[in-house]
T-cell receptor
Framework: TAGITQAPTSQILAAGRSMTLRCTQDMRHNAMYWYRQDLGLGLRLIHYSNTAGTTGKGEVPDGYSVSRANTDDFPLTLASAVPSQTSVYFC????????????FGPGTRLTVL | GQNIDQPTEMTATEGAIVQINCTYQTSGFNGLFWYQQHAGEAPTFLSYNVLDGLEEKGRFSSFLSRSKGYSYLLLKELQMKDSASYLCAVMDSNYQLIWGAGTKLIIKP
């Protein structure tokens, strides 16, 4: 099985443009997460979803939106990108939203100029 | 506020043992995780502790003391492929993971 896939692998985006990062998992996990990882900082949670149809805000949600229309997909949208959103974005999933290990996708490296 | 502290970088010799410490202050505690992350790759799960004590898994062991807000990851018989960052994360009362910045482990021959 593929586990978790993310697309694109990397992207350069002009400031002010919108973009959707895609994330798909085939493990039938209920919970999914979006993190950003910046040099010198720990992973920071942007948004999460404990089950299809529900979403919640993490530590750094401003400037980002998510949807969870079904179990497998959890896209992250930047409505109007800013340079501070330059980062590596990881999607993750877990069996449930409680104390289970999280499985990570390969990441998307986004540069906003 | 919530805080996870771990050393930024450590160096060890191939074949040796290294201990990576992690201290935490979080709102609630629902377990502590260790992940390994090779450069340019995604984090992968190593261990989970929710009760005090030592959990052993092959060459890797993880220890937890909840009263001290302290954990360590012990790596034995170090191999060159163990060169990576090791991330400590605590699950808080809202079941959200709070992550440390990671410890970059450099293995020298």
């Amino acid at each position: 099985t593929a586990g978790i896939t993310q697309a694109p692998t990397s992207q350069i985006l002009a400031a002010g443009r919108s973009m959707t990062l895609r994330c798909t998992q085939d493990m039938r996990h209920n919970a999914m997460y979006w993190y950003r990882q910046d040099l010198g900082l720990g992973l920071r949670l942007i948004h999460y979803s404990n089950t299809a149809g529900t979403t919640g805000k993490g530590e750094v949600p401003d400037g980002y939106s998510v949807s969870r229309a079904n179990t497998d997909d959890f896209p992250l949208t930047l409505a109007s990108a800013v340079p501070s959103q330059t980062s590596v974005y990881f999607c993750a999933s877990s069996v449930s939203g409680t104390n289970n290990e999280q499985f990570f996708g390969p990441g998307t490296r986004l540069t906003v100029l | 506020g919530q805080n996870i502290d771990q050393p930024t970088e450590m160096t060890a010799t191939e074949g040796a043992i290294v201990q990576i410490n992690c201290t935490y202050q979080t709102s609630g505690f629902n377990g502590l995780f260790w992940y390994q992350q090779h450069a340019g790759e995604a984090p992968t799960f190593l261990s989970y502790n929710v009760l005090d004590g030592l959990e052993e898994k092959g060459r890797f062991s993880s220890f937890l003391s909840r009263s001290k807000g302290y954990s360590y990851l012990l790596l034995k018989e170090l191999q060159m492929k163990d060169s990576a960052s090791y991330l400590c994360a605590v699950m808080d009362s809202n079941y959200q993971l709070i992550w440390g910045a990671g410890t970059k482990l450099i293995i020298k021959p």
